[in-house]
Every structure is written in C-alpha cells, then in structure tokens.
C-alpha cells in the first residue's frame, strides 16, 4: 500500500527557508514523477512543483519559480521541497504526491494527473 509521508512544515517569517520532505513507501519510487501541491483556505489545491521520476527535469508554478526548488534522492525513496524567501501566501498545507504513471516523460503540472496525495504538511508564514 503506497503511502506518503510529508514532514518539516512550520512556522516562519516572511523571507525565511523551509525545506519539506515526503517519504514514500509501498510503490516502486524512482518509477514516479512526484509532485508538490499546496492548499490554503478556501482555495483550490495549486500544483507548485514537480520532478520527473529520474531527476532530470523540474516544473515550477510562476508563483514559486525561482524561490522554490523540487529534488528527489531515489535511493531513500523521499522528494524534498527547499522553500526560500517565502511569502505570506505561500502559507497552506502542503501534500505531495506520485504521479499516475509510470516513467512519464517529463512533467505533468495538473493535479489530476497524480494520485496518492500525503497526508499534509502544515506551513505557515507570519510576521
């Protein structure tokens, strides 16, 4: 049973760094794109980044790119989010998620292109 843990949400001030982790298990990792999304109240889930199932190519929403980066260490099955210089409305909860296929060639930016969503991570940017 595929299963995905984000962790390292928080609270910080406006121009400060996070960096989230999503730990999978139960599906065959490196086969998968994965994929970052966020949700803040009373919005629509935003797809904010993505890295294709070996590494090599990486999608950013306008609203992140250039602030936030998407790696992935296939050999401890975990994508990473490094969020910098964040702002006060990239607070929400953050899920990250694998792709529906396999070895897709590059990346899908549409949520419903991915399927077993974590279970959150809450990040939260204030003064």
């Known amino acids: 049973q595929v299963q995905l843990v984000a962790s390292g949400g928080g609270l910080v001030q406006p121009g400060g760094s996070l960096r989230l982790s999503c730990s999978a298990s139960?599906?065959?990792?490196?086969?998968?794109?994965m994929g970052w999304c966020r949700q803040a109240p009373g919005k629509e889930r935003e797809f904010v980044a993505g890295?294709?199932?070996?590494?090599?190519?990486?999608y950013y929403a306008d609203s992140v790119k250039g602030r936030f980066t998407i790696s992935r260490d296939n050999a401890k099955n975990t994508v990473y989010l490094q969020m910098s210089s964040l702002l006060l409305e990239d607070t929400a909860v953050y899920y990250c998620?694998?792709?529906?296929?396999?070895?897709?060639?590059?990346?899908?930016?549409?949520?419903?292109?991915?399927?077993?969503w974590g279970q959150g991570t809450q990040v939260t940017v204030s003064s």
């Open positions: 998620a694998k792709d529906r296929n396999t070895r897709r060639i590059g990346v899908s930016k549409y949520t419903r292109d991915y399927d077993y």
């Open positions: 890295i294709d199932w070996n590494g090599g190519t990486t």
């Open positions: 139960g599906l065959a990792f490196s086969s998968y794109a």
